[in-house]
C-alpha cells in the first residue's frame, strides 16, 4: 500500500482536530446527564425509572466519546512521532481510504477485523 502523501497528512490532521474539538463538546453536553438521579416525591416512579434510563446513556455515551477522545490523542501522538498511518499490530499501512473514515484508528481493517472476531 502506498504512503500517505503531507497533502493527506494535513487533511487527516485537520479532521483529527474537528473530531477532537466535536467529541470534547460530547462530552461536555452529556455532562448533566449523567448526574445521579435524585429521589423526590414530585417525580413518579416511572419518571423515575425514564430518568434512569437516560443517565445511563448519557453515561455510555460519554464514555464513548471519552474513548475516542483517547484514541484521538494516540493518533496525534503517532502524527509527532511519525508513526501516524502504521497499524500498531502489523506495522502495514492503514491506508487512506480508512482513515479518511476514522481518522483515529489504530489498526489496519485487517487487524481491527481480527480483533472484533474474538471479542
Keep these: 500500500m502506498d504512503e500517505l502523501t503531507p497533502l493527506q497528512i494535513k487533511e487527516l490532521k485537520d479532521a483529527l482536530r474537528a473530531l477532537r474539538r466535536e467529541l470534547a463538546a460530547i462530552e461536555d453536553g452529556l455532562e448533566e446527564g ?4 435524585e429521589p423526590d416525591s414530585a417525580i413518579g416512579r416511572i419518571s423515575r425509572m425514564d430518568a434512569m434510563q437516560v443517565q445511563q446513556l448519557a453515561q455510555a455515551s460519554r464514555r464513548s466519546a471519552r474513548r475516542r477522545l483517547q484514541q484521538v490523542a494516540g493518533a496525534m501522538q503517532r502524527l509527532e512521532e511519525g508513526t501516524y498511518g502504521e497499524c500498531a499490530d502489523c506495522a ?3 491506508g487512506y481510504p480508512r482513515l479518511r473514515a476514522r481518522p483515529e484508528a489504530p489498526f489496519c481493517l485487517d487487524c481491527q477485523t481480527r480483533r472484533e472476531v474474538k471479542s
Excluded at 34 to 37: D, E, Q
Design 34 to 37: 449523567t448526574r445521579p438521579v
Design 92 to 94: 502495514d499501512d492503514i
